[in-house]
């Protein structure tokens, strides 16, 4: 490791802009800094991009220093337009609530469960918010906002045209009121988030020098957008994003995800979202180049991260099938793992009795005729749950199955599809 948080981070490839990257170098080699970055209850769950900043906070603890969580329960009831072309619509405050209470059990099992040492600290904007009245906010921190320079940051500039409410335009206020407050109550002096949340930074930096005076010493960071070497978006699948939860993303599905990353990509998300040290790094870069045909760097991510956010027994269920799927060897998966492996994988219903082989492969729609169907298993490239079937006399019974539930049929060498019995 290098001996400084922000030489660490520049290693990594992490850090976009700084607003004072001399000062803060400087002050986290002679302190212990507390540092802060927020997220808002938009969504019951966090998916990857949402880790990006998470994980920073934790190499800053890693190298002694205080993060804190802060959870948008205020904030997330208003939205921030940073990145958005478009008004939100506002969620109710259950709403609200109830995502506050997602994300915060996520982030205590990200973050606070696996940790002894709790060096880390979450609080809730809702908490001084939520009692302050329009007139005291107004004269107390309104008056610290240039309207002109509000309009001048990139995120409100670019919602000119389209239209932005005064209930958005405000945000950065909140955002602003909350670095103040950490500031104050907590010596919190670093705040970090993503590219976009630049406007938001700074303007709290500007508000705490308003408040405490133009020697105060805080800092601004943000982490560069994620991009794809081939020019998608970084962590969307075709099913969507990539989830923290469990029930949205499996954690099989979870680790697909990770390892089936680009040679080109996997190198920088192993310095972005791993613990894996220098040397370890650079030795899986190494054999990316000399190699490739191993996957050891994609490997290693995809491990990495399924036990950073799932956990050791999640890891092996996945390693397990992705074993199976790639060897046809099935029946060695327990019917939790078969769920899991095969959620997004083609699925059909059928009921218990027993058919003969042909007819049930149109009745689950994996054949489209009988011809196919005749011609897949003379060949040899259907399997009943693992076992190669080519004789087209095959009856199919619930015996075939696992727990009377399911039956997995391979075609070739890669096209499963899960047969539910009924
Ligand atoms: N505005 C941030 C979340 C946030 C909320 C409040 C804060 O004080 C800081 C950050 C985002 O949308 O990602």
Not at 359 to 367: C, F, G, Q, R, V
Request: net charge negative.
């Amino acid at each position: 490791m290098s001996h400084n948080i922000i030489d660490e981070l520049t290693w990594r490839g992490a850090i976009n802009q700084q607003t004072d990257a001399e000062g803060l170098k400087e002050y986290v080699e002679n302190n212990k800094i507390s540092l802060y970055c927020g997220v808002d209850p938009t969504g019951d769950s966090m998916h990857i991009g949402h880790l990006i900043p998470f994980m920073m906070l934790k190499r800053f603890q890693m190298f002694g220093h205080h993060p804190y969580i802060l959870i948008g329960g205020a904030t997330g009831t208003i939205g921030d337009p940073s990145g958005r072309t478009s008004e939100r619509q506002l969620q109710t405050m259950e709403q609200v609530q109830h995502n506050v209470d997602c994300l915060t059990n996520q982030m205590k099992k990200l973050f606070f469960d696996k940790d002894n040492e709790q060096q880390l600290t979450m609080v809730n904007n809702y908490d001084w918010t939520h009692n302050l009245s329009l007139l005291d906010f107004l004269r107390d921190y309104g008056k610290n906002f240039n309207v002109n320079t509000m309009l001048a940051k990139d995120i409100v500039a670019s919602r000119l045209e389209v239209g932005i409410s005064f209930t958005e335009f405000a945000y950065q206020i909140l955002q602003s009121m909350d670095f103040l407050h950490l500031y104050q109550k907590h010596d919190v002096r670093l705040q970090i988030g993503g590219a976009d949340q630049w406007g938001n930074i700074t303007s709290g930096l500007d508000l705490i020098r308003k408040k405490e005076g133009a020697e105060a010493k805080a800092f601004g960071l943000t982490i560069p957008l994620m991009l794809k070497a081939d020019g998608t978006k970084f962590g969307k699948t075709a099913g969507g994003a990539v989830w923290l939860d469990p029930d949205k993303t499996s954690p099989f599905e979870f680790y697909q995800f990770w390892v089936n990353q680009d040679d080109r990509d996997v190198v920088k998300y192993l310095k972005f979202f791993t613990f894996l040290t220098q040397e370890e790094i650079t030795d899986l870069a190494n054999q990316v180049e000399t190699e490739p045909h191993k996957r050891a760097a994609q490997k290693a991510l995809a491990r990495e991260m399924t036990l950073f956010v799932h956990g050791e027994d999640a890891l092996n269920d996945a390693l397990t099938i992705t074993d199976a799927l790639f060897s046809g060897d099935v029946k060695q998966l327990s019917a939790h793992q078969i769920e899991d492996g095969f959620k997004n994988m083609p699925s059909a219903t059928i009921g218990k009795e027993s058919m003969n082989l042909v007819d049930w492969l149109i009745a689950t729609n994996i054949e489209p005729s009988k011809r196919q169907a005749r011609e897949d298993i003379n060949n040899g490239a259907i399997s009943i749950n693992g076992d190669k079937i080519t004789d087209t006399n095959f009856e199919v019974t619930a015996e075939n199955s696992f727990d009377g539930k399911f039956i997995i049929v391979r075609k070739g060498k890669k096209k499963y599809t899960l047969v539910h019995l009924q």
